[in-house]
């Protein structure tokens, strides 16, 4: 036992589980984002006036969406871009989910929110950890 707990510390580092945190991230959420570069922004710009804000607030979906998981990926200004993508988050949760926020999912036995909350803790511990070796903020 000691000999596979010996190979495997040599061969994992806290860097892979970093770059694979950000590919993590920075893969799944680029899917959605794409999508609504593909079919448009209509149902988010809905929730955002029906909230209570302007329009144009819609259209940071975008960057939350599409710029900030490619510079995850590569690892670029992966705190300022991890921080982004929490907040990205934090407004989906509030406006796709805010009167459910708390409620459980009968179907599943977790809450409603629990795939953006996902994406949501895992951006703040992004930020809180960095990028790692393998990224371009450590060349």
Excluded at 84 to 94: G, Q, R
């Amino acid at each position: 036992m000691k000999a596979i707990e010996k190979f495997l510390a040599s061969f994992l580092s806290e860097d892979i589980g970093k770059l694979l945190l950000r590919f993590m991230l920075g893969f799944l959420m680029l899917f959605h984002g794409l999508h609504k570069f593909q079919y448009g922004i209509e149902g988010i710009k809905k929730l955002v006036t029906n909230s209570g804000f302007p329009e144009f607030v819609a259209y940071g979906v975008y960057v939350g969406e599409i710029i900030v998981p490619i510079l995850l990926i590569l690892g670029l200004y992966t705190r300022i871009s991890s921080f982004i993508y929490a907040v990205t988050m934090f407004f989906a949760i509030y406006l796709a989910y805010g009167s459910s926020i708390f409620e459980l999912n009968v179907k599943t036995g977790g809450v409603y929110i629990e795939t953006p909350l996902l994406f949501l803790l895992g951006a703040l511990v992004l930020m809180f950890i960095g990028a790692g070796k393998y990224s371009v903020d450590e060349k």
